[in-house]
């Protein structure tokens, strides 16, 4: 029995390792700004490459600076990333907002058999196509097992889960629109310290 104790505790050690070596590589660390304080993502190039690089070289571009939560359930998620209507700074659009990308191409779908969307997963959106990806996020406040395998995760929340939860919520009859939504001020990468 103490030898089974031991190895469940070894087991459970081997893998909050491999966590904190995925979070303590800067290359695929992105870190949000939010009005309450900092998100620290480790990005999941092993999950879904493609993703990673162009969220990566999003970031590294400034485009996700001062985009706006546009869609927020209540114990669902947060979405974000629309970087063509959603900038707080450059031009909200209210009436487009969640319908717009960047101007990189859209993504193959990389979806995960093994991982699942649980609180402080972040997956890519998308639209009816699989293959439809390109800028727009969500960070899980949840659980969602429909979504498992069909939405590309592209991370986890490491730190800052308490800053993603005081994200303004939207109007549940509205599928989640937020009036004067909250916004990402800042995103970054780590490693460009």
């Known amino acids: 029995m103490r030898l089974m104790k031991l190895a469940l505790a070894f087991v459970a050690v081997s893998m ?17 700004s939010l009005k309450d304080g900092d998100v620290t993502i480790a990005l999941r190039p092993d999950l879904a490459p ?7 070289a999003l970031a590294r571009e400034g485009a ?25 700074k450059k031009g909200l659009n209210a009436d487009a907002v969640g319908t717009g990308a960047s101007d990189k191409p859209d993504l193959p779908a990389e979806f995960s058999k093994t991982e699942k969307f649980q ?18 996020f969500f960070i899980m406040f949840g659980p969602y097992p429909s979504l498992d395998g069909q939405y590309t995760i592209v991370g986890n929340v490491e730190s ?11 109007d549940d009859a509205q599928n989640g629109t937020v009036s004067d939504p909250d916004r990402m001020m800042k995103v970054r990468i780590a490693a460009d310290k």
């Open 160 to 170: 800052g889960m308490e800053a993603v939860d005081k994200i303004k919520k939207g």
């Open 50 to 56: 493609k993703h990673v690089e162009q969220i990566k």
């Open 64 to 88: 996700y600076d001062n985009v706006v939560f546009h869609r927020v359930i209540n114990g669902f998620m947060a979405q974000t990333g629309d970087v063509k209507f959603g900038n707080a």
């Open 119 to 136: 609180r402080g997963t972040v997956g890519m959106a998308r639209s009816q196509s699989p293959d439809s990806a390109n800028s727009q």
């Open 16 to 32: 909050l390792g491999a966590l904190g070596a995925r979070a303590a590589d800067p290359e695929n660390t992105m870190i949000i």
